[in-house]
């Protein structure tokens, strides 16, 4: 899949668990992994907003695309 999810990355950077950031959003640790695997068919805009948020960061530090 040419868009790669970096949350792992903002994550590690942030010092901050994925159990952690899943309770923040209000999601289950279950669809969190999907979206960090890149299973996800899609992401909401406020979902991506809300991780923005919480992370400090900017859409593009979490969504890249790379082509195949």
């Known amino acids: 899949m040419p ?16 159990k952690d950031l899943a309770e ?10 999907i979206l960090k695997t890149g299973k996800a068919k899609g992401i909401r805009f406020d979902t991506l907003e809300a991780i923005c948020r919480i992370l400090n960061c900017q859409p593009g530090d979490v969504l890249e695309y790379v082509a195949d």
């Open 3 to 18: 868009i790669v999810i970096n949350v792992d990355v903002m994550l590690a950077k942030r010092k901050m668990q994925s």
């Open 24 to 33: 923040q959003l209000d999601i289950t640790p279950a669809n969190l992994s």
